[in-house]
């Protein structure tokens, strides 16, 4: 099923943010609770994160493709999946949504 432009925007969107906020909160949570022992908060930090991407991913994907990554935006405009123009769209989608997704975190 094809969704709009508007519909895919807001999954980059709205992934993105959570994505960012998953990022940094697993970050400070891991360093927090890890006792100061860095392997343990790495480990922590990595799997939350894996964990939140393999869901948004799961959850989006459908709709947008899940790229959260500007690169595979790029590769996929280059061999023609999306044109240019919404390749940029989708590029400022994300670069919106890093600023919300690190407020939630405040």
Known sequence: MKF???ARLT???IGTAFLVAAVVGSGVMGEKFSG???AI???ASTIATGAAL???ILAFGSV???HFNPVVT???AIEGGQTWTDA???RRSRSSAASPGLSWLI
Do not use: I
Request: net charge negative; no cysteine; proline share 0%.
């Open 88 to 90: 940029l769209a989708m």
């Open 54 to 56: 393999v869901a948004l």
């Open 4 to 6: 709009t432009l508007g």
């Open 11 to 13: 999954a980059e969107f």
């Open 41 to 43: 908060a790495l480990l």
């Open 74 to 76: 790029l590769a996929d």
């Open 64 to 66: 947008s493709g899940a």
């Open 36 to 38: 100061g022992n860095v």
